[in-house]
């Protein structure tokens, strides 16, 4: 019973090592002109499309309302975001071998702070992209903005635009749950044997 905070903090591991193997994020657009919708995936090294086209085609839609042009290499959060998430997935590592209650709420709360600047980061850059806009835009609306919804669905023009988490950030949600349960059981297991020697 006593290991089982470590399994978990090693399950959480590896829950968070899927980022490098499924998208953290995608945004779905949908309009009369794609029924079926264009997804964008948001990974932790890339961007990328349901298909090959699919950054040209949103990057050319964004274009007719003044967007800038989504370009995967001048993100520089592409570039060190797989260190921070390798660095916390190593911190884990560490605190299952350890298993000491004050490691794992140590990497508890700062997985916790780091998910937390990591959704801040991307509503800035939507609301980047969203707002300012090219005075030279084909399309103007006056007033309208173009800011993807964080979460859940927002209609923007004619295009019904979805956010949701994607693979990679349902199992990222699913290891910071596991790493506070693993603490939590950790001070419960402690408290026990405690109060066994007493």
Known sequence: MKSIPRVLAIIAVACLLMLFFF???????????????????????????????????INILNHYVGMKMIEPDSIPELTYFPWVVGALGVFG???????????????????????ALGIYDFYLWEY?????????????????????????????????AKSYPGIGGIFTGVALFLSFVAFWLKMRFTKTSVRSTT
Not at 29 to 46: E, F, K, R
Not at 97 to 110: D, E, F, G
Not at 137 to 160: D, E, H, T
């Open 23 to 57: 998208p953290l994020w995608e945004i779905t657009l949908i309009a009369p002109q794609y029924p079926d919708g264009i997804t964008m995936y948001i990974w932790i090294n890339q961007i990328t499309g349901d298909s090959p086209g699919t950054l040209q085609n």
């Open 93 to 115: 590592i560490i605190a299952a071998i350890a298993n000491k209650s004050w490691l794992y709420l140590t990497w508890a709360l700062i997985f916790l702070v780091l998910g």
């Open 128 to 160: 980047d992209y969203g707002h300012n806009l090219s005075p030279m835009a084909p399309i103007k609306v006056p007033r309208q903005s173009y800011q993807p919804p964080l979460f859940g669905s927002k209609m923007l023009l004619n295009f019904n």
